[in-house]
């Protein structure tokens, strides 16, 4: 049995695992991939993997992707190939929940201009501070990392809707909508926060009117995909004070070009698709592989966290 990285590890978690299956030959490589025609298993992050590398890697079996997305990968060539594809889905909702709760307290708070006013040496107390208990979360995707941001959410005294395909409940709301009636719910809040995935559903699934139904002060977050919204309504949207403010985490074109807008613009923050990231990532990861490749030595092929190809999460 051979288990092929594509990233690297660091070297105690190369030597758990030699440690735990001393019968696999684990290959640890950084987007290096000659090994592909004689792997059985494939970890990676999973924006390396092309057609052809599915074409040449012969022997595959099994790809356990290191992250949540999966929409940048050949998911029609791994479904033709009957490959078992898996995520790390729920690893990210603590440092993600923690970095969206981290903005909107900043923002509400003032710790900008308190920290610009330590810089300029200035004692200045005018800070327009407020306050997040007693406001409306409208939550686009309560999952794991949804539910969990509404689950702190809550304990600052605010009111949960989440919002999701189908309208059913989900863990940490105080009221479930649908996307097709999310219109209806937009003008109550005051945070509109995304998570979702890219699907063919939720690709621009934003438009002009929905941001002409927001409050005037509503803050927008996007830490879900960047083609939630098309980049030209969202911009507009805040060049004409539809919305508020913008927290982005995410953007249709990454890296963000430096001469974007966004850049220079006072009610927009910028974080580099960077809100997941943790020391403590790669050990969850683990956490979910390890037991799964035991279940696959001993012939359960049916991993945890099983990617639907056809949906794409």
């Known amino acids: 049995m051979e288990v092929l990285f594509t990233f ?12 735990e299956f001393p019968d696999v030959d684990f290959h640890f490589t950084y987007k290096e991939k000659s090994r592909l025609p004689s792997v059985d298993i494939l970890v990676t992050y999973g924006e390396d993997i ?25 998911l029609q060539a791994m479904k033709e190939r009957g490959i078992a594809v898996s995520n790390v889905k729920g690893i990210h909702k603590t440092p993600m929940a923690e970095s969206v709760l981290a903005h909107l307290l900043a923002l509400k708070r003032s710790l900008p201009f308190i920290y610009e006013s330590q810089q300029n040496n200035q004692w200045n107390r005018k800070t327009g501070s407020s306050e997040l208990f007693g406001s409306t979360a409208l939550i686009l995707g ?22 999701n395909r189908s309208g059913s409940a989900a863990d940490y709301m105080d009221e479930m909508t649908s996307f097709e009636d999310i219109l209806m719910k937009l003008p109550e809040a005051d945070l509109i926060i995304s998570v979702v995935p890219s699907t063919k559903e939720t690709k621009h699934m934003l438009k002009k009117e929905h941001f002409e ?7 927008f977050m996007n830490f879900g995909r960047g083609d939630l919204v098309e980049d030209q309504i969202l911009l507009e949207a805040l060049e004409n004070g539809a919305v508020g403010y913008a927290v982005l985490d995410v953007f249709e074109q990454e890296p963000l070009p430096p001469e974007h807008p966004y ?45 639907n190809l056809e949906k794409g999460y």
């Not at 690297?8 to 440690?19: F, G, N």
């Not at 092309?50 to 050949?74: N, R």
């Not at 050990?283 to 092929?301: G, Q, T, V």
Request: some cysteine; overall charge positive.
């Open 263 to 307: 850049w220079s613009m006072k009610n927009v923050v910028i974080s580099p698709h960077a809100s997941s990231h943790s020391k403590k990532y790669v050990d969850r990861a683990l956490d979910i592989f390890i037991p799964n490749l035991h279940k696959w030595l001993s012939e359960d092929l049916n991993p945890t966290n099983l990617v």
């Open 50 to 74: 092309t057609e052809e590398d599915i074409s040449k890697a012969e022997k595959l079996k099994w790809i356990m992707v290191a992250s949540a997305g999966v929409e940048k990968m050949p």
């Open 8 to 19: 690297l590890p660091k070297t105690a978690h190369q030597e758990k695992l030699e440690k």
């Open 213 to 219: 139904a927001m409050k005037k002060d509503a803050i």
């Open 142 to 163: 309560p999952g794991a990392i949804g539910s969990e941001i509404g689950r702190l959410l809550q304990a600052f005294g605010v009111r949960t809707i989440g919002c």
